[in-house]
């Protein structure tokens, strides 16, 4: 009988522990091998670019980066590889902007690890995964809506973003955001041109155009 090839897996998530807890439940799984991990993009990245994988498991929110933009990244940098989405956050509105950046499937942490074998190898077959608690009629619901260009901001742009719509200086978001003047100056300027806008008040048409909460 010919062994089964195991699936090749990229753990991406900034927890030193949950990463060595994950990385021995996959070491008893016959059907698994962990052949990378990384705490954030630029350490995933650079492993995609040297070793061949199949499934990437993504923690959504990374510090100070995107989990759903790394996602965009793998999927271009691996085509063939399959990404899947791994977080505490159930909020249907992120898993959709999980799978519209590229990712097959979409799991959550608290889900038995034998769910989660399951799920990998569902990507890894080409199908989708959702976790049962979550609507599939409405995630599709939400991939089908025209995409809102707030979408195109990584999540620290629209936290910028929510301050700058509220009118808050750039010393304002600085000290909430506890970053400098600077860095909020060139997250502003990618916003005015991830948005196509000129200035702040066409940034806040936009918003309202396109119902961007500013309480989020």
Known sequence: MMDVVPVRILLVDDHPVFRLGLAMLFDREPGVEL??????????????????????????VLPGEDGIELAAQLHALQPECKIMGLSMIDEPTKIAEMLHAGASGYMLKTQPIAELVAAIFTVRDGRRYLPPRISSDRIDYLLARPESPFARLTAREREVAVHLVRGNSNLDIANVLLISERTVETHRQRILKKLGAHSIVEVIGVAVRHRFHVTQ
């Open 35 to 60: 052949v990378g991990e990384a705490a954030g993009t630029s350490d995933a990245l650079q492993l995609a670019a040297e070793i061949a994988i199949d499934v990437a498991l993504i923690d959504v």
